[in-house]
């Protein structure tokens, strides 16, 4: 076997460690989360299948460009407190390609975005530069909690923008939107609470500490569920009812469990119970 052909399965091979190390960079769970929940509205109010992939593809790339920008940000930090499932820490990636496929993700939400319509396009826009201005900035700051508010009462107005005559959404859904933004922020600290500490990261829910940032977690996605079951006109509809009540209990127990993963992926469920209340009611946004 010739030495080229035997470089041909190694370099495929180091080609896999880095698009898995690049995957892994770019937060994929939350990711795909806010790209599912932002097509999932577009269908609500009627955009159709088109209007959905566009706006899904426009979220993607922003949410990537986001990830990475964040991962590649924290790389001092996360080498201080030794973090292994970190794929930069790991070695798995390079930080220059990190950085690489932040700028272009970043290039193709522009496009994207406007594609959804100059009002819209601007709405997302200023989503996605608030969350970098948090990666870059606002993170260590009692001002932590605002990129997220910002970038999340955002996506409704993107996604409605682009209906013909760029109406915006009514203010229960941006009131909603923007409350579980601060609170899937003061959930997604918890666990690392204690490394940001250590690395000098002081945002909003560090200053509160993990219990009183867990509480105020849970009183944000509460706040935001009720905002979506009793915003709208009409009567509160018994999936309403039950998702306040489920979203009342889920928020008391990540509240008691302030450590790990809890409630993070606590905050996650009732955003998708959400966009399921919303697929209910979208036809009242059009």
């Known amino acids: ?40 509205l577009a269908v609500a109010v009627g955009r159709g299948p088109g209007g959905a992939a566009v706006t899904g593809c426009a979220v993607a790339a922003g949410q990537l460009s986001v990830g990475w920008c964040n991962d590649r940000v924290d790389l001092r930090r996360d080498l201080a407190t030794g973090r292994p499932d970190k794929p930069l820490v790991a070695g798995a990636v390079r930080p220059a390609a990190v950085t690489a496929a932040a700028l272009t993700a970043l290039l193709l939400c522009l496009p994207l ?9 601007a709405a997302h826009l200023s989503g996605v530069a608030a969350a970098w201005a948090y990666n870059l900035w606002l993170k260590g700051t009692a001002a932590s909690w ?17 209906l013909p005559g760029a109406p915006w959404p009514p203010l229960w859904l941006t009131a909603a939107a923007a409350l579980l933004g601060a609170g899937a922020h003061c959930a997604n600290v918890l666990p690392d609470i204690e490394d940001d500490l250590a690395t000098g990261v002081r945002g909003l829910p560090h200053r509160l500490g993990a219990r009183r940032a867990g509480a105020l977690a849970a009183l944000l996605v509460l706040g935001s569920t009720l905002a979506l079951v009793a915003g709208p006109p009409g009567p509160v509809t018994p999936y ?19 450590g790990g993963r809890i409630p ?20 009242g946004l059009r």
């Open 146 to 162: 605002l990129p997220y508010a910002l970038a999340f009462g955002l996506l409704p107005a993107f996604v409605t923008l682009g």
């Open 240 to 258: 309403g009812g039950r998702l306040l009540a489920g979203t009342a209990a889920a928020a008391l127990l990540a509240a008691a469990r302030p």
């Open 113 to 121: 975005s406007l594609a959804c319509g100059p009002l819209a396009g």
């Open 1 to 40: 076997m010739s030495v080229a052909a035997r470089e041909t399965p190694l370099r495929r091979a180091r080609q896999g460690r880095v698009l898995v190390g690049l995957l892994k960079a770019c937060h994929p769970v939350p990711a795909a989360a806010v790209t599912v929940f932002a097509a999932a």
């Open 264 to 283: 993070f992926h606590t905050t996650l469920a009732i955003a998708g119970a959400d966009v399921a209340l919303l697929l209910v009611r979208g036809a």
